[in-house]
């Protein structure tokens, strides 16, 4: 679960250092107050998209540290193992983004990609937004959720796959078909191309090979004149090298004798000694090698110039010959293979046999999925004083099918305006849409195996009773993980096990947003101020008490 949150210059907060409880927290303040501020720092930490504007004005960066306890989820111990990222029982994700809005990530203090912070992150945090009833409405978050909620993301990008791979299969079949003569015309100029490069016979290195080779050979009369010339000044000539410092060396060492001091430097000299007659002898074995060979340089130099050629030709580098052979080859086998309508025909078959296979997999997991959803978002419904309301979730077959599969995902509601079930666009108001999308959050909660559970302003539109019910259930799922609520309502926020007040004030004409804990004091007088706004009376007091109290 999540332990601890620090927060630096970050928008309107300039530092925060926050420790978290388990069970059910709310978080309550005046609108503008920066409550989702808090939601948005821990986004950052989990991968979210920053720019500079998260920035606190005058400011040269923003950092988020979030401290995880993961002693339960062994997967995160086994991903943070497969990337090197091992830690103890606590894991921090950090998140710095710099005024240009450049950002850097980091995991248990080891560099790491943003990718990376979303991957772990999604076994860590689930937030759902303020509006989660929007994207309702959209058939893809429609199956999405469907899918998530049953387990069965891994079989649904299976499908899309699937249906990738028969779709370039009848991609390949037409254009095979439609363009057979344009193909012929190419696989025979690929031949030729080919059969001239295979003949040429260019080896990857070769061109390497062959300007080494060419230098050397190019300039042998001054690499013989200069390996000679150096010989007779080291060792050859009457007054060489080697002989001095041969003569320095023994009278050095006879002086010795009778002043220690020079031991040293004769030492020195001697080492001398020893690497120049190392090198005088490579010198002789190179001056024994090289010769003038003309007729190997000619035989270079007209292998250089077919290489060149047929670079010239087709517009590449010598060194990228082989490279382009390859891509021939590749492309020749492809026409070779498109040439084979027959076989092409067989391999889309095979390609919507397997599509069709997997989509009917996902089919019965979704149609078994919808089913249970339905009657538990119903139940979840009638607590929010929804009980009229039907919840069905509706498999609309698709001809042929699509990439997700072979039915659409449709949510209906029947029993709101008549029994017929109908889009939930359709039939549901503002209102009605917030508890219903209240109703299936709660739901995909429960089945969701992250720790931490954070709704920021889900429950807008709801109010009185509903409230209540909405804090009750929000409760429950604290009993079972970490849940924390961003909320303007004080029937929610009084269900809480514990809470925080976000509150506003200028410092040296600076906006500044801070969090404060409440103890039972601070609650009943938050509470008072979301019950009566301004003023706060007698009655509001009592009216927060009864409302903790029960």
């Known amino acids: ?53 998260v920035v606190r004005s005058g400011c040269d960066k923003a950092e988020v540290a979030a401290t995880f306890v993961i002693g339960a989820q062994p997967q995160v111990s086994d991903w943070l193992r497969s990337n090197d990222l091992d830690g103890d029982d606590e894991l921090l994700l950090r998140r710095v983004v710099d005024a240009g809005g450049r950002s850097r990530a980091y995991i248990n203090g080891s560099p790491a990609t943003v990718q990376q912070l979303r991957e772990v992150g999604e076994w860590l945090v689930d937030i759902h937004g303020q509006h989660a009833h929007q994207s309702l409405l959209r058939a893809e978050a429609q199956r999405t959720l469907l899918d998530s909620h049953a387990g069965l993301g891994s079989v649904a990008r299976d499908v899309a796959a699937a249906w990738k791979r028969w779709r370039d299969a009848e991609q390949m079949l037409r254009t095979a078909s439609e363009g057979a003569d344009a193909l012929l015309r190419e696989r025979e100029q690929l031949q030729w191309q080919i059969g001239e490069l295979d003949a040429l016979a260019f080896g990857d290195d070769e061109w390497a090979t062959l300007d080494v080779e060419h230098r050397r050979l190019g300039h042998a009369a001054s690499l013989i004149e200069g390996a000679q010339y150096a010989l007779a000044i080291l060792s050859d000539d009457d007054a060489a090298c080697e002989r001095q410092i041969d003569g320095v060396a023994t009278r050095l060492g006879n002086l010795a004798e009778y002043d220690p001091a020079l031991a040293e430097v004769a030492a020195l000299i001697g080492s001398v000694q020893a690497e120049l007659s190392d090198a005088v002898s490579t010198l002789r074995r190179y001056a024994d090698r090289a010769d003038l060979d003309p007729t190997r340089l000619a035989q270079v130099e007209r292998r250089m110039d077919a290489v060149m050629s047929h670079s010239r030709k087709y517009r590449v580098q010598p ?3 082989p490279g382009l052979l390859a891509g021939w080859r590749q492309r020749l086998a492809e026409l070779d293979e498109s040439a084979d309508l027959a076989a092409l025909e067989t391999k889309v078959a095979a390609a919507r046999q397997d599509f069709q296979g997997q989509a009917e997999k996902l089919s019965a997991g979704r149609k078994k999925a919808a089913s249970e959803m339905g009657t538990a978002v119903s139940e979840i419904m009638r607590q929010l004083a929804l009980s009229s309301g039907r919840f069905e979730v509706a498999l609309v077959p698709v001809a042929d099918g699509a990439v997700y599969g072979l039915e659409q995902i449709e949510f209906r509601i029947g029993g709101l305006a008549g029994n017929e079930a109908k889009p939930l666009a359709k039939v549901a108001s503002g209102g009605e849409l917030s508890r219903i999308s209240l109703a299936i959050q709660v739901l995909t909660s429960r089945s969701a195996s992250v720790p931490t559970l954070i709704f920021d302003e889900v429950d807008v539109g709801i109010g009185g ?10 409760r429950e799922l604290g009993s079972e993980r970490q849940v924390l609520c961003v909320t303007h309502l004080p029937q929610v926020a009084a269900q809480a096990n514990w809470q925080w007040q976000v509150s506003k004030a200028t410092r040296d004409g600076v906006t500044l947003s801070a969090i404060q804990p409440l103890d039972a004091a601070g609650r009943v007088q938050e509470i008072a101020r979301m019950l009566g706004g301004v003023e706060i009376t007698d009655i509001t007091l ?3 008490r009864e409302l903790l109290r029960l």
């Open 319 to 321: 060194p990228e010959l």
């Open 465 to 474: 009773g509903v409230a209540e019910i909405v804090g009750r259930l929000l």
């Open 1 to 53: 679960m999540l332990q601890h949150l620090t927060i630096r210059d970050f928008v309107i907060v300039d530092r925060l250092e926050l420790s978290f409880q388990d069970g059910f927290g709310a978080l309550t303040g005046e609108t503008g107050a920066g409550k989702s501020i808090l939601i948005d720092a821990l986004a950052l930490a989990l991968g979210e998209r920053a720019d500079a504007g």
């Open 542 to 544: 009592q009216h927060a």
